[in-house]
């Protein structure tokens, strides 16, 4: 443990561009460094990715160690396990920290496994103590409690829920180094399939900027149409509450909250969602949240910046009219918050 120092964050990429969950690790990295006194670095495997290597300095990194091969163009499970775990023990962090995006999911267990250190998953918060040690903090038994967790091995290891920690603003004036390592590769083993490109993709929940969520207030699975009418009105995305994918309504990745999605959009609306502790921690940091519930009593009004009480089958498709009225009055986008 005397051996260890040091903060450092596996930087995600694709096609070049670093996941901004990155750069959220980054800000967190950089608070608990300083307050350490210790080095932020990164580590990022791709292809070409020398940009993105500066671009980790200005986010925040003292560090980034570079492997840079056509063969780490896309994810290979085996040569980044590779390449992590040499420079980890070549580094030896204190702290290591990755996103809870697949990626992070498949990848930190392995290099935990074989760094002989433990790993918590899905953290919403971390802390630094009294003596230094790192603790992890995540949400546990069903939401309904928040485990604080500490690691005796190290490094202390972690992933990282998306649209939780604060960014940095990007600083082009700083400096740090960029450290180009070897690359090691493992025998292919699989053909991985390529991944649609970026424009290809349709938007991800967690990355929207509007987000119109359905709850247990939905009678029947054909009512999800009201909820697909409202976003595309509002150029969003749907989302759900769990008991919506318990039923098999939609799929779990359309799911808010503690077993699902964290989204932090500029808007959000809250439909015929009660608003349980498990639904909560997953949305209560959009900027404006908007809850239609027949329950004046109902959870979700206590965040709630605007609420409407009333029969969400006749509110919403007036919503909807409302909204569709004033894009064809107006071309112009519609501003997020009245």
Not at 1 to 14: C, H
Not at 243 to 261: I, Q, R, T
Request: with cysteine; net charge negative.
């Amino acid at each position: 443990m005397s051996d260890s120092s040091g903060v450092m964050v596996f930087a995600e990429q694709t096609e070049g561009k670093v996941h901004p969950v990155v750069h959220e690790l980054l800000g967190k990295g950089r608070e608990m460094a300083d307050e350490l006194g210790v080095e932020l670095s990164a580590v990022l495997l791709g292809s070409n990715v020398d940009n993105a290597a500066q671009e980790l300095v200005y986010r925040g990194a003292d560090t980034v160690y570079l492997c840079d091969d056509e063969a780490l163009a896309a994810f290979d499970i085996m040569n980044y396990r590779k390449n992590v775990l040499a420079i980890a023990q070549e580094v030896r962090p204190e702290i290591l920290l990755l996103g809870a995006t697949p990626i992070g999911r498949s990848l930190g267990p392995r290099i935990a496994a074989a760094l002989g250190t433990g790993l918590t998953a899905d953290c919403t918060t971390l802390e630094i103590d009294e003596h230094h040690h790192l603790v992890q903090i995540r949400p546990a038994f069903s939401g309904n409690i928040l485990a604080h967790i500490k690691t005796e091995t190290r490094p202390q290891m972690a992933t990282v829920r998306y649209k939780i920690m604060q960014a940095l603003e990007r600083d082009c004036t700083r400096t740090g180094r960029i450290i180009r390592t070897d690359v090691l590769l493992e025998d292919p083993l699989a053909v991985l399939a390529k991944l649609p490109a970026e424009d290809e993709q349709k938007q991800g929940l967690s990355e929207a900027e509007i987000v119109v969520c359905g709850g247990r207030g939905l009678k029947k699975p054909e009512d999800i149409a009201l909820l697909h009418d409202l976003a595309q009105a509002v150029g969003g995305v749907v989302g759900c509450s769990k008991p919506l994918v318990d039923e098999g309504w939609l799929d779990k990745e359309h799911l808010v909250g503690f077993s699902g999605n964290t989204v932090r959009p500029r808007l959000y609306f809250a439909i015929g969602v009660s608003g349980s502790s498990q639904h909560l921690i997953g949305m209560r940091a959009a900027d404006t949240i908007v809850a239609i519930n027949s329950d004046p009593t109902a959870p979700i009004f206590e965040v709630a910046d605007y609420g409407m009480v009333g029969n969400l089958y006749d509110l919403v498709p007036r919503l909807t009219a409302a909204v569709k009225k004033m894009r064809e009055a107006d071309d112009t986008a519609i501003p997020v918050c009245a």
